[in-house]
């Protein structure tokens, strides 16, 4: 059973830092695209970034170039989302999302086929 488990959320002001986590278990970690969505309320939920776990490749959404980095940790089957500067409009439930293999488009949700729970950022001003 594959399991993508988020952690790292939580409260920050304006301008501060954040490092979110998502454990990976119950597949085979290699050869996969991760990425990190975040959804808040009343708004579609958007790709943030993403990293095909084999050979590295990441993308990145245009609001977030720059302040956050998406990293991966293949002995621990973990990826890890890096945000700094962040700004009030980050503030929204972050997902972590997985898929097998090369998909068209990272951003997509709905190229992924797993999920995680998410996790609250909220970013005061």
């Known amino acids: 059973q594959v399991q993508l488990v988020e952690s790292g959320g939580g409260s920050v002001q304006a301008g501060g830092s954040l490092r979110l986590s998502c454990a990976a278990s119950?597949?085979?970690?290699?050869?996969?695209?991760m990425g990190w969505f975040r959804q808040a309320p009343g708004k579609e939920r958007e790709g943030v970034a993403a990293i095909y776990t084999g050979g590295g490749s990441t993308y990145y959404a245009d609001s977030v170039k720059g302040r956050f980095t998406i990293s991966q940790d293949n002995a621990k089957n973990t990826v890890y989302l890096q945000m700094n500067s962040l700004k009030p409009e980050d503030t929204a439930m972050y997902y972590c999302?997985?898929?097998?293999?090369?998909?068209?488009?990272?951003?997509?949700?709905?190229?992924?086929?797993?999920w995680g729970q998410g996790t609250q950022v909220t970013v005061s001003s």
């Open positions: 999302a997985a898929v097998r293999g090369w998909i068209k488009n990272p951003a997509a949700s709905y190229e992924y086929n797993y």
């Open positions: 119950g597949y085979t970690y290699s050869s996969n695209c």
